[in-house]
């Protein structure tokens, strides 16, 4: 297939003409799941998983936050994310508050501990995301999140 070629009729899985390789859904399922399998093996070293990280990473931007907004921030449902919170509070990461403004709501803050963690998480899994990256130039990669964020909002 030619790279001037219209692909997007190869990638329509109703079509005859389809194409594995031309459909985006795949290719994104392919780069989600090896940069879990790299990320893994690099959060195993520091003691923590793949749901742990998106949590702390989550709460490291800003903190306290509800349950529920971690949750559609991981991409992990309530009960998943409920489940998350529960075994990094019994690990020290993490402090459960009901809110201020609405008691029915749960907020999770990050402790020391916890804020240790993700500094230690950052610095494991930085040199995975430079090698990501590798050969991207500036344009590139706000392209990428500019096509990836379109891909999302059509989605809704």
């Known amino acids: 297939m030619a790279s001037s070629e219209d692909l997007r009729p190869y990638g329509n899985p109703g079509s005859d003409a389809f194409r594995l390789e031309a459909y985006p859904f795949y290719l994104l399922n392919r780069v989600a799941n090896r940069y879990n399998l790299a990320i893994e093996a690099e959060l195993r070293k520091i003691g923590i998983d793949i749901p742990t990280w998106r949590v702390l990473m989550i709460l490291g931007e800003r903190q306290p ?5 971690i949750a559609k921030s991981a991409v992990i449902n309530l009960s998943t994310t409920m489940r998350i919170i529960e075994r990094m509070s019994d690990a020290g990461l ?3 508050a009901p809110s201020a403004q609405d008691g029915r709501v749960t907020e999770v803050s990050l402790t020391a501990k916890g804020e240790d963690t993700l500094a230690e998480a950052r610095q494991v899994t930085a040199p995975l995301y430079e090698k990501i990256i590798r050969g991207f130039s500036a344009r590139d990669f706000a392209r990428t999140l500019e096509l990836l964020n379109r891909l999302y909002d059509n989605l809704v």
């Open 65 to 69: 936050l509800a349950i529920g907004q």
């Open 94 to 96: 993490v402090t459960t």
